[in-house]
């Protein structure tokens, strides 16, 4: 049953419904690769597919634009994987069941893959669309982006003519950015020492949940909350006022998307059950106080556990673990002094893991500025050092400066006003987007980013706005028509 089958425009949910049956998680592209590809092929456009998985799909120009530069559109088919818990779903192999409520659409208790299905959809029904006045087109899907662009920095770009790319990886309408963030993972892995539980001593599940989360660039400057940053104050506080042991902690899926939930097994004395219920009910109603304008149902649950585990960490790695968690800095580090409320520079605390051979902590590290996203990573390398661990970064992408003449930007922003009587927005994100990886591969490359308005990507609560994707789906046309 197609549940997007009657919203418009229907040649676009057509196709993000028919992706989103197929799984497509970072690093499990494969299989919505191929079908791109598959599809290029039967339209018979020439087709390029790698072994990253990148697919390029190239439409001749309509008559009269035989002339015209080619111009590029360019989105990734990847998606962020996540869920509410108690959600039953498998992303290597369920679909995503998309829905349309309230102007939205929406996912059953997952991502709804929006960012960046949405570009996906787009790009297949302009192949499709025999009506169009265009240039040469040429349709770039990237694969791995929100692991760390992986697709884009594995892309041949010999294999591109144009020298102008529209980005469809934005999610507000009537914004066209112009440059973004930098950014790096990087990650402290601390050795762990073990010890075995004492008798006379009881296992309780701590979970830290019901966080509003997020997308860890365009996200946040908003002040919610970080589940594995209380999940660190709450391991402090515990082990100040009472004795107890961690087994593992645990918390968040990506480390581009700011955590939501975090959980950690300590172990207590039976006697002491009671104590331990009544400091979480008391950081809870401290987090519900300090978070009261951002997050709506956050809830710290206690669940005494009937095993035990085979082991707790020492009495120095609990000392290590919580500070590290404590010390990683989390949020807005430096807002821009160039654009106002931009910010500057960020970490994102996303994931926390618990190995028989390391504590890992993962975090995403993004800045407009070199040397301030250099400064994020020595503090963490600094932390990594004071606690025995080490220090690692690993995908790094470079910033998308400011390009202050801009034919395509110009073109945009006519067409903009034009059609909807009003001007756009010349905007900067704090996200990381592929152009900054392409504009360093494509000598002379004039770039900008637009997108439908989309709300709490990166989080089960993701949505879609059905008429903004209508209006963005004709402004895209029309400004295809007008790079002549």
Known sequence: MKMLANIQPAEVFEIFEEISRIPRGSGNEEAVSNFLANAGKCMGYNVYQDEAFNVVIKKPASEGYEDSPAVILQGHMDMVCEKNKGTEHDFLKDPIMAYAEGGYVKAEGTTLGADNGIAVAYMLALLKDKTLNHPPLEMVFTSDEEAGMNGARALDCSVLEG?????????????????CAGGLRASITIPVSWERPKSGQKAAKISIKGLAGGHSGADIHLQRANANKLMGRLVKFLRQNMEIWFAEIE???????????????????????????????????????EYRNTEKNISVELMLEADMPKNVFSYVTAQKAEAALMLTPYGVKTMSTDIPGLVESSNNLGIVRTCDDGFKLTCAVRSSVGTRKSLICGELEEIAALTGGKFETHGEYPAWEYNPKSDLRDVMVSVYKEMFGKDAKIDAIHAGLECGLLGQKIEGIDMVSIGPDMENVHTPNEKLSIESVERTWRYIKKVLENLK
């Open 163 to 179: 020298r102008r790319l529209i980005n469809l990886d934005s999610e507000e309408e009537g914004h066209i950015l112009t440059c």
């Open 251 to 289: 918390g968040g899926n990506m480390d581009n998307a700011i955590p939501r939930e975090s959980w950690a097994t300590a172990v207590v004395n039976e006697t002491d059950t009671g104590i331990l219920k009544g400091l979480c009910e008391a950081f809870e109603k401290m987090c519900i106080n």
